[in-house]
């Protein structure tokens, strides 16, 4: 994936990291030779299925970041042959089903009652429901966008964007992406009463909104940070 930084003000060095589902993936340095650079990071499977780069410089003392999700897809990353042998025994009460794939693959297979399959019910999961089994992981603010586009009843396709992930200051930004910071730099926060333990949350402009506001279709914070990372169904 190919990504571009650009800063306000000529740095020596910026930094940028990785971070999918609570853990740091990438960690590297980005040698600054003008405002901007681009610069390549190769996807892996601890990327999936959503991850955010965080990239900050040091500016007189005081920490600049930004962050951007993005989403990554990791299925059918290795193709995968299935056979099926009806005829296991000579009374064809055993089915033999084998799959085969590159080493280090997973292949599940989830066994369904021939009446769902005829009345169309909807019982069994598919890749997107894992998608979204696998977001839960991440906290409601940092996921990328996505939309369901739906080709009929039960079909339909999961198209994402990358989104911006940054907070109203460098704290929030780093929290954003499931990041603490230990640093004797200033990484900026802007101050706020809320009780996070009592179901108060900060608006970025340090106003609260309680935990029962959360997506619940009206904005309590001016931003909007109380209705971000909803699910909307069409
Ligand atoms: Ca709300």
């Known amino acids: 994936m190919i990504f571009t930084v650009r800063t306000s003000t000529w740095v020596e060095k910026v930094y940028y990291l990785i971070a999918s589902k609570g853990n740091i993936v990438v960690l590297n340095q980005l040698e600054m030779q003008s405002s901007q650079k681009t610069f390549s990071v190769a996807l892996s499977r601890d990327m999936v299925p959503s991850s955010r780069i965080v990239a900050w410089y040091i500016l007189n003392g005081e920490v600049i970041s930004d962050a951007l999700n993005f989403h990554v897809n990791g299925s059918s990353l290795n193709p995968v042959e299935v056979r099926v042998n009806m005829g296991k025994d000579f009374v064809r009460d055993t089915i033999e ?138």
């Open 97 to 234: 089903i084998s799959g085969r794939t590159d080493p280090g693959s997973y292949i599940a297979f989830s066994g369904l009652d021939y009446d769902y399959i005829v009345y169309d019910t909807s019982t069994f999961f598919d890749e997107f429901d894992i998608i979204e089994e696998l977001e839960t992981y991440d906290s409601h603010t940092n996921l990328s966008f996505n939309h369901k586009w739906y080709y009929g009843e039960m079909e339909y396709e999961k198209v994402y964007f990358p989104a911006q992930s940054y907070g109203v200051d460098s704290n929030t930004t780093f929290a954003y992406a499931g990041l603490i910071v230990y640093t004797d730099a200033n990484v900026s926060r802007i101050p706020h009463d809320c009780n996070e333990t009592l179901g108060y949350f900060p608006c970025h402009d340090g106003s609260c909104y309680e935990i029962q506001q959360i997506c619940d279709g009206v904005r309590q914070c001016e931003d909007g940070v109380d209705e971000m990372g909803c699910k909307f169904s069409n």
